[in-house]
């Protein structure tokens, strides 16, 4: 492709975004597509001559767009609402068109200092203070997983030099963090070598906080039995309801036990832009380590997750391996990315997170998580003034946890039962209209329904929608399915 | 940023990207800023107020593309040289459109499994056999990290449950490789919790490729000495020199001793598409995983890492872990991308693969392969006809590696540290010129220069302006440079 057929096949491909933008709702929201479809919908075998662009788009529009569950479409309220807004989709696009490599200052140096830069910018909107080191990986997978391999470093144990299997010198680590923390932090202790058996799960109070007081006790009799406590895990927006630690109770903890502090707030760290949501953060500046994503819920695409660790010096001496081939001149003057985490590929992510920031404006992103929250609000006030439905957890952000529960049922076994077949039906029947996508949890037993709101096209007749649907299938879904022993 | 915003300037970064590739020596090849640069020409603050995209885009002309070091640029022959070629720019450009997250069959049907066609299309090229699944990681650093944690959970010894820290029952592991080999393998072991010591690694022949014999000693002394030995990693296509280690003979080794076999073919795997070439794969349809990237020298933009295992089980029982809020009907039917690695996020990356392979069709990728083999083996030609260059390695695919050495000079340490002083100068000097931009690597002591050509752009005249300037710059420094001992 020369330069002029990539001009003629961009604009086409650029109306063809364009109008699919405008329009994500000509698809089903939840691809209605059955396992093994797309695929056998595809020659098994790669082209053996080239193919034109026009054929390339056509099986997009025809096979692989409907194939898609789209997470543009105003109904998407799954998991955590997202946008890969314009000018994020339009840095993407012209971060691949560099294709640099950001391993080294040298191997694009605006490429690392505008990733120091924009990190520095989304600290001081975030309110952290400026010990923070900034560094964009992937994902909160890898940031956690960094920054307990990091905390695992500061041990001073020589792990980094002699490893850990195979060491009586070395006693049991343990690591803390609570029951409704995300599964990426029991995954990295199984990577990190902790293994399951390292993570503590502290027990949370009943709007899902991780209690201090349990951690505290469970760090104490670890350190009867032997164990070495060596860092916690907090959560600012759990992924099941939102919930937030109490971050200052848990630094005090770690202060007086001298353990890293890692927070993670991938989904609700982007609310402390909010001046009214800063106390979500609170705490924080304490920790040693923070993770918060910009590809959820500050409309930068997949993928762009904001590490900052306060101790830079640490994650070097965790992770830079310095080659001959690597080597540069100028490696002392500068900051050179590959020595602060584990890939030493890294894409020039930081464009777009710039070019979000500037297109919208701090109040211009202030602004949409403000209606997202106050949409958040109004279906939360339904659900409230609802006999048939009831909130299932607090609502700190736009993550409502909810569930139909038909009023006049007893309080007993049988009708938690039912409520739990009852709603994963309604989940299964809302899904299924290709209108709205909701996913669910499980609290305290009970199917769990999460409405999470995000995504900068939808309004509130979306939400509105939602409702009635929900509304309309519970009703019909009760009068099929409530068992003679619960009627009224 | 309506849809109407986003087309308007959706095609004007699309010409201005057009016009970029069509001229990126408009450009000097390596940045030519001081440490600091970029960052001082912007604002440190975060802007409050919108910005229009013309703004953005006048930036990115006047301060960020001229302080990107130009990977697209014809004379970029350092490291290994990329291209992200049109229809995979145009690739990622749709799939941070579409923004869905691959992580479960149900978030996006048409991801999953376009990952699962096209890493079957790419295997089918590479001649492996069917029993490899295939995976897309982001990038060769995490794809070995998890074929070393698959290796080590394949040993059985409740490393997921358990971990490796204070456990009597378990002995030291231990991991081999060459001297050569990259130096994420040792990250990878060092996160693993196996620590530097436990990285053996194996000397080289006098082609810098991997001594099964050496191999085969370590191991037998280990297990001498109380080492548990479970993986070798070879390499196809090591970073410094492209010497392809003998696989069928470690092969031999790991079948004797049961050990997991890994294969780093991330760069010249890639070449296996040629006939002529299929023999640096050989042995690999034994191993037990390998890591091949598209993004290298296949014309797909970073990042895109083909992972292949042929134990899925075992990759599962490694990384797997589903909270209710991920859980989904269909799970026992389809596959689920986040259970066979360590991020959960996972951006649409099948596509631009799939775009480029259409587009370019094997024919289409063979032949510029061959072409870029061609102009690596003018370039080592004419090497060999110099008197004041030599060859430092073999050259199996499109990376010299060579240096200057005037004729005449005696064969001591004296002249051996003054070429180590003249070659850097050298590569200082013509990276100097902002023409071309070579790197460098140490082979037996030797600054040996590396001349890595991988470019769509570069042609035969830009090989030879490398060399001339090679030649002119060499002729200029020696005269400067050469100490009075060494005068003829």
């Given amino acids: 492709m020369d330069s002029e057929s990539f001009r003629r096949d961009g604009h086409q491909l650029i109306d063809w975004i364009a109008d699919y933008l405008a329009h994500p709702e000509r698809y089903a929201v939840l691809a209605q597509v059955e396992p093994g479809q797309v695929k056998g919908s595809l020659p098994a075998e790669p082209p053996e001559r080239p193919e034109p662009f026009e054929s390339l788009l056509e099986d997009v529009e025809k096979i692989i767009a409907p194939g898609l569950t789209h997470w543009n479409h105003p109904g998407f309220f799954a998991y955590f609402g997202i946008t890969g807004s314009g000018p994020g989709i339009l840095g993407e696009l012209l971060s691949s068109a560099f294709n640099v490599n950001a391993m080294l200052w040298r191997t694009s140096p605006a490429a690392t200092e505008l990733e120091e830069l924009v990190l520095d910018w989304l600290r001081q909107l975030l309110g952290l203070p400026p010990e923070f080191m900034g560094i964009i990986n992937d994902s909160a997978s890898v940031s956690s997983l960094c920054a307990i391999a990091v905390a695992r470093e500061a041990l001073g144990l020589r792990i980094r030099e002699e490893g850990l299997a195979g060491r009586p010198d070395l006693p049991r680590l343990r690591l803390y963090t609570s029951e409704q923390a995300h599964s990426s932090i029991e995954k990295a202790a199984i990577v990190l070598g902790l293994g399951q058996a390292g ?108 590490f900052y660790c306060r101790h830079p010096g640490v994650m070097k001496q965790a992770f830079s391996l310095v080659p001959e081939y690597l080597r540069t001149p100028e490696e002392d003057r500068v900051r050179n990315f590959m020595d602060y985490g584990i890939q030493l590929g890294r894409r020039f992510r930081a464009l777009k997170l710039w070019m979000v920031m500037r297109a919208f404006g701090s109040e211009g992103l202030r602004q949409h998580l403000r209606a997202h929250i106050a949409l958040a609000e ?94 309309q299938s519970a009703e019909r879904l009760d009068a099929e399915l409530r068992p003679a022993a619960l009627e009224a």
């Fill in 378 to 471: 109004s279906f939360w006030g339904w659900i409230e003034a609802s006999s048939d439905f009831e909130l299932l957890a607090p609502v700190p952000f736009s993550v409502v946890c909810f569930r139909h529960r038909p009023c006049g049922l007893p309080d007993n076994g049988e009708t938690e039962a039912y409520l739990n077949r009852l709603n994963e039906r309604l989940l299964e029947s809302v899904n299924g209209t290709g209108e709205v996508f909701l996913s669910h949890t499980e609290l305290n037993g009970k199917f769990t329904l999460r409405m999470a709101i995000g995504n900068l096209s939808t309004t509130e007749a979306h939400v509105r929608r939602a409702w009635d649907l929900l509304r």
């Fill in 199 to 306: 993570v503590t799960k502290v027990a949370v109070d009943d709007e899902f906080r991780l209690r201090s007081d349990a951690l505290e006790a469970a760090i104490k009799e670890d350190l009867k039995t032997g164990w070495r406590p060596f860092c916690v895990v907090a959560t600012v927006g759990t992924t099941s309801t939102t919930s937030v630690d109490p971050v200052p109770e848990v630094a005090d903890v770690c202060q007086r036990y001298k353990l890293w502090l890692h927070v993670d707030a991938a989904y609700a760290g982007a609310a402390a832009i909010l001046p009214e949501k800063r106390w979500s953060l609170a705490g924080c500046e304490r920790a040693d380590s923070i993770v918060m994503n910009p590809h959820k819920w500050l409309f930068v695409p997949l993928d762009c997750s904001a």
